[in-house]
């Protein structure tokens, strides 16, 4: 085995070791599932559990991939949701099996492979091994990373970890393109990997698209000794970005059209600016502050101590990884500054919210800071260290830790034993520095016990982000009601004014629900609520009731409108508290729900008069899948499915083309002659195969330039 070879082995065995203790609560009991200590949700839970579950049964049952979603809000595009799952191959992972063990494995194999590609773009970069190593378990064990496992978010997680990947792909493209060899199939496997991060979370893509801009510039100027080939260069991110756009366009294109239908479209400067780090929470980057994981800015105490250092590393002063840590936290403030508007302005990111999740760019920057501080103790001459007065920075920065977090200890707001981890760690590391440049430790002793004291801090705080949650006995609450409440898929809807029916229950039992939670609404459909059930007009929310004060269970002025929701063929109205409602009839409490009957209900499908939409009368539908409804149906009239129109969906009347109507502003229709006649409503969105179409023929091309000799 070459030295490379093992070089990259030993990098990955020390990446997975690493991944598997940021993780430990889940390391440990692999079959629970991770939530924020305290939370009552996840979004591994409402969104990408039930998608994985959902992809198996329709393999299992239908023979089909769905591309329609009947289970949240009446139904949405399936293939056109980034939470479905469907485009970012690991996912099928969880689709193969579904459950909490399948998403920890991917949590796990993402947090291994960012640190191995933190220790890759950090060898690119020049640091030593050493550095490099460090680098790595400071990215991958990254509590952020680790928060936002906490959280559910499956998509996100995964995307962020191809950062450094991209920063690295992008680096040997332009030095191929300085000696000119194969450079053409580097940009291209650049483009094609941001592609794949675009089907892992878009939201992540565009501000990874600016680092790697950025970066190449550096790169570009850092080198510009050599001759810039900036005609090249410039083809080069043609080409990347050509190469990006074709793997991403089959979820790209879909996507693009439910977003220009969807409430997302619309969102405020406010609504997206939603989660914005406080300018308290800087405090966060040396203690960790209460509040939502979002805010968390902790890279490690330690972590900034041996920072301290890049700033003496004789060989290469890190100011490009300061600038990046220094403006992500900058942009992490939102509105607060100037520089998030500016980023604001740029095309697709009105659609980003949270501005706090560039602290992700931001804990790669302190990354590379550790690396580099941890290489100027390797190549640095004892007496100049001393000579540059060292110790006094150190000593100083150490003091501001002590000082911080003894500060928020005394007026409150702190954990205060896992508070200790910040001066703790920062101590012991300054301590270890102190006597190495006294001479009194080898540089072989050394190294591995500052590695040692940053893997403590950060897994002192890493272990105290999750609590891990049994899978059964999640699923087991509500588990009465949702069994009462199950059927066929077709047959009826139920709507829960307080999220009284989980999502993940609610599809393994087939409850079909009106409500839901997803980032991604209809307008159509939103707007035909706000009069069904009394929602707020023009509001953005991810849920649909949305809650006020975040909490489902509280009242917020439910008012049903029985024949809107009677043509939804909603026939259940599940409430954590009860309700007055003339059109409602009470049936009962299961599992401390109450549950009306709605009066009016229709049926999945009727026929109605072209003249008079009350004139009205039941069809059966005599097949159904996620993709397609068959249905019998004697003209004349209009034949409306209590179904969401939306592009892609068309009706063929005893095989032929038909006209698809939308009837109510919202609902699938089609009229008929007089006599008998079968209808067949499919679903085969144009976007949807023209993305899959450019798609292959990028990954075709992709092969061909790296296959071919």
Request: proline content about 6%; charged content about 15%; aromatic content about 12%.
């Amino acid at each position: 085995m070459s030295t490379r070879a093992r070089d990259w082995l030993l990098a990955l065995l020390v990446m997975a070791i690493a991944g598997a203790l940021w993780i430990l609560p889940l390391t440990l009991r692999p079959q629970h599932v991770p939530f924020w200590p305290g939370a009552g949700f996840s979004d591994l839970l409402i969104s990408h559990w039930p998608n994985a579950f959902w992809i198996q049964q329709s393999i299992a049952e239908w023979g089909q991939i769905p591309l329609w979603n009947p289970n949240i809000l009446s139904g949405i595009p399936f293939a056109a949701d980034p939470l479905s799952g469907l485009w970012y191959l690991p996912n099928w992972l969880a689709v193969a099996f579904p459950g909490a063990i399948a998403f920890n494995t991917l949590f796990w194999i993402h947090l291994t492979w960012a640190g191995l590609g933190a220790w890759a773009l950090a060898r690119e970069e020049g640091l030593s091994k050493w550095g490099a190593v460090l680098a790595g378990i400071v990215f991958g064990g990254a509590p952020k990373f680790v928060a936002h496992i906490a959280l559910g978010h499956v998509g996100l997680v995964s995307a962020v970890s191809w950062t450094p990947w991209v920063l690295l792909l992008t680096a040997k493209t332009l030095r191929q393109i300085r000696t000119e060899q194969s450079w053409l199939k580097w940009g291209a496997l650049t483009g094609a990997v941001l592609g794949l991060v675009f089907r892992a979370d878009p939201r992540w893509s565009i501000p990874l698209i600016g680092f790697a801009v950025v970066y190449g510039i550096r790169n570009m100027l850092r080198d510009r000794q050599s001759g810039l080939k900036l005609r090249r260069i410039a083809l080069a991110g043609v080409v990347a970005g050509v190469f990006a756009a074709a793997i991403a366009a089959c979820l790209g294109l879909p996507l693009w059209e439910f977003l220009r239908l969807s409430t997302r479209s619309g969102i405020s400067a406010n609504e997206r600016a939603i989660f914005s780090l406080p300018l308290e929470g800087l405090l966060g980057t040396i203690s960790i502050l209460e509040g939502t994981p979002e805010w968390l800015a902790y890279f490690g105490a330690s972590v900034l101590v041996i920072s301290v250092l890049a700033m003496f590393n004789p060989d290469r002063r890190p100011w490009f990884w300061i600038g990046v840590s220094f403006f992500s936290t900058i942009l992490a403030l939102g509105p607060a500054t100037p520089f998030y508007n500016l980023i604001s302005a740029l095309p697709g990111a009105d659609v980003l919210r949270v501005p706090a999740r560039f602290l992700f760019v931001s804990a790669l920057g302190w990354a590379f800071l550790a690396g580099y501080g941890l290489d100027t103790l390797l190549i640095s001459n004892r007496d100049d260290i001393k000579t540059r007065g060292v110790k006094i920075w150190l000593f100083a920065i150490t003091s501001l830790i002590l000082a911080v977090n003894i500060g928020l200890g005394i007026i409150g707001g702190v954990d205060s034993i896992r508070q200790l981890a910040p001066m703790i760690t920062a101590i012991l590391v300054f301590a270890l520095i102190s006597i190495f440049i006294a001479d009194r430790i080898t540089l072989r002793r050394i190294i591995p016990l500052i590695l040692g004291v940053v893997v403590i801090d950060l897994l002192w705080i890493n272990v105290g982000l999750i609590e891990p949650k049994s899978t059964e006995a999640i699923l087991s609450d509500r588990s009465e009601l949702t069994s009462f409440l199950q059927s066929d898929h077709g047959i009826s809807r139920v709507f829960s004014p307080s999220y009284s029916v989980p999502q993940p229950q609610a599809v393994i039992n087939g409850v079909e629900l009106a409500d839901g939670v997803n980032p991604l609404q209809l307008s159509a459909y939103r707007h035909y609520m706000e009069a069904a059930v009394g929602l707020d007009a023009g509001v953005y929310d991810v849920t649909l009731p949305s809650f006020p004060d975040g909490n489902p269970s509280t009242p917020w002025g439910f008012q049903a409108d029985g024949e809107a929701l009677g043509r939804l063929n909603v026939e259940w109205i599940a409430s954590d508290y009860p309700l007055e409602d003339d059109s409602l009839t009470p049936s009962g409490i299961v599992d401390g729900v109450y549950l009306y009957r709605l009066e009016g209900l229709r049926t999945r499908s009727w026929m109605e008069s072209s003249e008079n939409d009350l004139d009205w009368q039941p069809i059966t539908i005599t097949q159904w899948t996620p993709n397609w409804i068959r249905l019998q149906a004697a003209g004349p009239g209009v034949v409306v499915l209590s179904e969401v129109a939306y592009p892609g969906w068309r009706v063929l009347v005893d095989g032929e083309p038909s006209m698809l109507l939308t009837v109510n502003g919202l609902f699938r229709a089609v009229e008929l002659e007089a006599g008998e006649h079968e209808v067949i409503f499919q679903f085969y969105p144009i976007t949807l195969m023209v993305g899959i179409a450019i798609s292959g023929v990028g990954l075709l091309i992709l092969l061909y330039l790296w296959l071919r000799r």
